[in-house]
């Protein structure tokens, strides 16, 4: 049930979002994607619905979710260490 609600969120937000260079989002949606603490917020939630899941597959699905999530929050604080070495993201 609860995934039902989060789906039919989605929904609305991807109707309502309509994300590309040319509307100004995309600034936002760079910041974002470079904010570890944004992919954290975004696991630690996946992890609750995954807890309120009955559907034990499902509650799998999101547990790796939440796993990828934190990946990204590590690669993002990579790049944020990277640039204020003033890397050019080269790691070679």
Wanted: hydrophobic share 35%; charged share 35%.
């Amino acid at each position: 049930m609860a995934s039902g609600g989060l789906l039919s969120c989605w929904r609305r937000r991807k109707n309502r979002l309509k994300i590309s260079p040319i509307n100004g989002c995309d600034a936002l949606q760079k910041v974002r994607f470079w904010d570890p603490d944004h992919w954290r917020f975004r696991a630690e939630e996946t992890r609750t619905v995954a807890d309120q899941m009955t559907h034990e597959e499902a509650r799998t699905i999101m547990r790796r979710i939440a796993l990828d999530y934190d990946r990204l929050a590590k690669l993002a604080e990579e790049q944020l260490a990277d640039q204020e070495r003033g890397a050019t993201g080269d790691k070679t």
